[in-house]
């Protein structure tokens, strides 16, 4: 009893380990293309196979971005005193991606299955969000004198039926 108990927990893990395996996205922020693996998708919205199945043409995917900078600037009051402020910005960026389902049908118990996504580009206009990099002007001059990026992020996100899912 203890040998088959052990045996099926260790198959059963070779087993969970072989399908995270098989997910795969790879993705190229530059211009928007890549390929998105089914299971990726169907992990990140909970999906069986199944529901995949049925809600493939309706899955949809975007690119969201942050970038959070430390603006350094020189600043000069109207009597001529000079003060250094730094101030940090962040903005974010939201950018459609256009994908449709991968090829290579198959077969599978009488029905055809995907292997996922093709990742084709960019669509539309990016939404940007934040404020403008530069020295807030002040009753005198301002120069920016340093611009540091603090922190940057970004990921791949399926979007069904209005909602966002980070795929990992």
């Given at each position: 009893m203890k040998k088959s108990l052990l045996a099926l927990v260790v198959t059963g893990l070779m087993l969970s380990s072989a399908g995270q395996a098989l997910a795969a996205v790879t993705f190229n922020a530059d211009d928007g293309t890549g390929f998105v693996g089914k299971g990726d998708v169907q992990l990140a919205l909970g999906w069986s196979n199944a529901q995949l199945q049925?809600?493939?043409?309706?899955v949809g995917f975007s690119y969201d971005s942050s970038e959070t900078y430390e603006v350094t600037c020189y600043w000069e009051t109207t009597t001529g005193q000079g003060n250094i402020i730094?101030?940090?910005?962040t903005n974010k960026k939201s950018q459609g991606v256009a994908g449709s389902v991968a090829g290579d049908p198959r077969q599978?118990?009488?029905?055809?299955?995907?292997?996922?996504f093709n990742l084709t580009g960019y669509v539309g206009?990016?939404?940007?969000?934040?404020?403008?990099i530069n020295?807030?002007?002040?009753?005198?001059?301002?120069?920016?004198?340093?611009?540091?990026?603090?922190?940057?992020?970004?990921?791949?996100?399926?979007?069904?039926?209005?909602?966002?899912?980070?795929?990992?």
């Open positions: 049925a809600n493939a043409a309706a730094k101030h940090t910005v599978v118990k009488g029905q055809k299955q995907f292997t996922g206009d990016p939404v940007v969000t934040g404020g403008a020295c807030p002007q002040g009753g005198g001059s301002a120069e920016m004198i340093g611009l540091e990026l603090l922190e940057a992020s970004g990921g791949l996100f399926a979007i069904f039926d209005g909602q966002s899912y980070l795929l990992d």
